[in-house]
């Protein structure tokens, strides 16, 4: 049994230690997941995530190239970055060449790019995390990320991103991959999109429920 564990930016994932999944499985993170944890692969679509991760070779929080360390993937790797007056530790021009270009479901969103490489990589159990799809607060509509307020992120005053086109993105690839098992751990509010329920390869379980699995209690 091959799994994977692809981790999202929700804030169901607070309080869980992904340090506990290391040697269980391959794991798949999005954008900037590698500031407090280094999964095994890293997905970051848009440019602004890039930019960052890009420079982490230079950037004197980082000093360490997080694209020749670990696989990252996104649209357009490896451009030109110029100075920016945001960026007083970058003086001169800067182009990493060891990022690589997403090869499936290219204009999807990090999440949904992450689980399609974890599927194409043959893996038949894989576990979702930290991918809440809806917002917070008393309506459901406040941001819902554990990096808001911070560089390429919106701030938590915001309102919470429009979450269908990751539920669409998700059933297609659900459905496209109908012979792997697909597990999302710790549903935020219990909310289960409608239209997941006809994926038969798909199943909710709980953060105990998970941990009881991956450790063979």
Not at 71 to 90: C, E
Not at 96 to 123: F, Q
């Amino acid at each position: 049994m091959k799994k994977a564990f692809v981790i999202g930016n929700g804030k169901s994932r607070i309080g869980f230690d992904l340090n506990t999944l290391r040697g269980k499985g391959t794991i798949y993170g999005c954008n900037a997941l590698y500031r407090d944890f280094m999964p095994d692969v890293l997905i970051g679509t848009d440019d602004k995530i890039r930019e960052e991760i890009e420079l982490s070779e230079i950037n004197p929080d980082v000093l360490e190239n997080i694209p020749a360390k670990i696989p990252f993937y996104t649209r357009r790797p490896n451009q030109l970055i110029k100075t920016h007056t945001d960026r007083k530790w970058q003086d001169t021009d800067y182009q990493n060449t060891h990022s690589r270009k997403i090869e499936y479901n290219w204009g999807y969103s990090s999440g949904p790019v992450a689980l399609t490489y974890a599927c194409v990589e043959k893996h038949n159990y894989i576990y979702l995390i930290g991918h809440d799809l809806m917002g917070i607060g008393a309506k459901d509509n406040d941001i819902n990320n554990i990096y808001s307020d911070t560089n390429a992120y919106k701030p938590s005053s915001a309102t919470a991103t429009y979450y269908m086109n990751w539920v669409d993105q998700i059933r297609r690839i659900m459905l496209e991959y109908s012979d792997i098992n697909f597990a999302r751990v710790g549903a935020l509010n219990n909310f289960v999109p409608e239209n997941w329920k006809e994926c038969s390869n798909h199943r909710e379980i709980t953060f105990e429920q998970f941990e009881k699995e991956i450790n063979n209690v």
